[in-house]
């Protein structure tokens, strides 16, 4: 798809657009057709605009939101973000979450930009222990400091955004922030923002949404209630939440699992449960947007006690240890009560007889702590008991096994099953569980003895009903379930769903150290070809967090553009940044560039990745030269 992208002004004395994050802004209408008239109606029609990410490798990455405008084809700006907002981009891997609804007049928007505050931003990333480590040096690709960055990109042709009264557009805003930011140690680490703009339509990016916010209303025979939207962890007053972000409706069905007050509830008795809190109570839905009619539609709802921020301190994050009743939860978010949030890499958990153990979406079986593994993602609900400590320590009071994300590639399914296993197990080489490194887990304990203990190297998983067949050794997979009860092992896991990452988009991310006058030794309109000869610590290719290190795979790695041509490709070389739309262009230019003698620093590209012939098909590709 086509796009030009439109360069910003500076703001503030340090930041300029061209250390932009990299944004991957995807807009699609949900609803009926929009007429072709201009901008002469006076009517309003409602936008609603959602945040997304493309996975990357921060534990957390946080900075304030400040402006979010929408420019018409008249030059009219809208502004649609009423207050500044906090954001962490690294929660949203897996989701989608509701920012706001605007209402905005109607007529055809031509561009949207957004400023990014990184002067109190909490980055972090991960050490070579694993360990987190804060982010304090943030800089463009020419090293200055970086407090303020405007992201704008223009909406043409099928990203056009046209609002009309009475159908309902929707808004999503999606950063790749692996591809956007690179990280060196040096040896604190510094964070290289580097200047990627796209936009395109892509149904891999309709996930699961979030919404968050005080309880307006229900409707017990209609299946509905109203969410003031409360974007994220922002703390307002009742009179700010309700004036400014406005209010979703959410359409509940008879296999909607409600959490009310730490009771659990399904479909209509779920409702009549939450039409008895009080207005304005915390509520947190996920669900999905339908079509035809458009409705947001919820697969799981959380109200009153239930919610975080509230009464009780919330810890959520990876058990990596066990010991006892005593887990080491890492990779924590912790909410005080009141709604404080806070980014701890390590929480001691203590839990006890009395914990209330609970399952995501599961409405039927009891659990207890001994169903707690190592591996396990959890939402705890409890009491710190010395919030000034090194060490941070909660006792549990109610804790809930979330939905945990495995990443590997395949090693086997002829694993000799071990009783009481019901089926052959399926097998993987683990390298991340929830993005953080197979490395940090302690898997002592985990099995029926210490030599049945979980082998990261062969890790293995039920996979019932769930078909597999096609997944071959070496192949790339999500994995996304439960991790079986502590001291049961083998199996490892439980599969709720497999995804075969190698249908996923790549991102592939090579640096040459020192800068190479070889890296590309052919480049053509059709393509270009890739020489691995010096390269540093990057040299992959990731799909949903699985590396694929490329100088293992036995062919020369190469790029080609889409059929058309037409993409977006970057040349960044002495502080200026070229974009062409064309690959033939892009090649024109970089081929003079190493004729005059420039080197090759980095280079990152987007598009389906092929395993068997190293090639990329890329709409997207950047060249970083020195």
């Known amino acids: 798809m086509k796009m030009h992208t439109p360069f910003g002004q500076r703001r503030g004395k340090f930041a300029t657009l061209l250390s932009a994050l990299f944004l991957l802004l995807t807009v699609f209408i949900l609803g009926g057709c929009a007429n072709d008239s201009g901008d002469s109606s006076d009517a309003d029609g409602e936008l609603v605009i959602g945040l997304t990410d493309a996975e990357g490798d921060f534990a957390t990455y946080t900075v304030d939101v400040k402006t979010l405008t929408l420019t018409k084809a008249s030059g009219e700006v809208v502004h649609t973000l009423p207050l500044s907002t906090r954001v962490d981009f690294a929660q949203y891997t897996e989701m989608t979450e509701f920012l706001t609804v605007a209402t905005v007049s109607s007529g055809l928007y031509v561009q949207a930009e957004m400023v990014l505050d990184y002067s109190d931003a909490d980055i ?24 303020e960055l405007t992201l704008a990109v223009k909406l043409e042709g099928r990203n056009s955004l046209r609002i009309v009264p009475g159908v309902p557009a929707h808004l999503t805003l999606d950063f790749d922030l692996k591809a956007s930011n690179s990280v060196a140690f040096s040896p604190d680490p510094i964070v290289t923002v580097e200047p990627f703009l796209l936009a395109e339509l892509d ?50 069905t008879d296999d909607t699992v409600f959490e009310v007050d730490g009771e659990s509830y399904l479909g209509n008795a779920g409702l009549t449960a939450m039409d008895t809190l009080p207005r304005f109570s915390a509520t947190l839905v996920r669900g999905d947007i339908k079509l035809n009619p458009r409705r947001f539609v919820a697969r799981e709802v959380y109200a009153g006690s239930s919610v975080p921020g509230g009464s009780a ?17 890492k990779g924590v978010t912790l909410i005080r009560a009141g709604g404080s949030v806070v980014f701890n890499d390590n929480v001691t958990v203590q839990l006890s007889r009395e914990t209330i153990v609970k399952r995501q979406l599961d409405m039927g079986a009891d659990y207890d702590i001994g169903d707690i593994s190592v591996g396990q993602r959890l939402r705890i609900f409890g009491t710190l008991t010395n919030s000034m400590a090194t060490q941070l320590e909660m006792k549990a009071k109610r804790v809930q096994m979330r939905f945990t994300t495995l990443r590997g590639t395949v090693v086997g399914l002829g694993v000799t099953p071990v009783e009481p296993i019901p089926v052959t197990p399926f097998v993987i080489d683990l390298q991340a569980i929830n993005g953080r490194r197979v490395s940090l887990f302690d898997f002592s304990g985990t099995g029926t003895n210490a030599a049945n203990d979980a082998n990261p190297a062969a890790y293995e998983i039920i996979t019932s009903s769930l078909d597999v067949s096609g997944l071959n050794d070496g192949a790339p997979v999500k994995v996304r379930g439960f991790v079986t009860p502590f001291g049961s092992a083998p199996a490892d896991f439980t599969a709720h769903s497999v995804f075969d990452v190698a249908l996923m988009k790549g991102v592939m991310a090579i640096g040459w150290e020192p800068a190479s006058s070889t890296a590309i030794p052919s480049l053509i309109a059709e393509g270009m070809r890739l020489n691995l000869d010096g390269v540093g610590r990057f040299h992959h290719v990731s799909r949903g967090r699985v590396a694929i290190d490329l100088t293992e795979l036995s062919a020369q ?64 590709v950047s060249v970083s030269m020195e």
């Not at 050490?127 to 970086?146: M, Q, T, Y």
């Not at 309709?206 to 939207?229: E, M, Q, S, Y």
């Not at 301190?313 to 939860?329: E, F, K, P, Q």
Request: charged share 20%.
């Open 124 to 147: 972090q990333v991960e050490d070579a222990n694993g360990d987190a480590v804060k982010v304090d040096n943030i800089v463009d690709a020419d090293g200055n400091p970086i407090t």
């Open 203 to 252: 149904v891999e990016k309709f996930k699961t949404h979030r919404l968050r916010g005080p309880l307006a209303g229900v409707d017990v025979a209609n299946n509905t209630f109203d969410v003031i939207i409360r974007p994220f962890h922002r703390h307002m007053s009742r009179r700010d939440v309700v004036r400014h972000f406005g209010t979703i409706t959410v359409t509940t």
């Open 313 to 329: 301190d919330v810890v959520t994050g990876n058990v990596i240890a066990r010991s006892g009743d005593t887990l080491t939860v």
């Open 557 to 620: 790695p190469s790029i080609v553009p889409r059929a058309s041509g037409e993409g977006l490709y970057w040349i960044n070389q002495a502080g200026t940044h070229q974009l062409h739309t064309t690959f033939a262009g892009f090649a024109d230019d970089l081929n003079a560039r190493l004729n005059d003698g420039a080197l090759v620093r980095h280079l990152a590209a987007s598009g389906p990745f092929d395993d068997a012939t190293a090639q990329m098909t890329a709409g997207f």
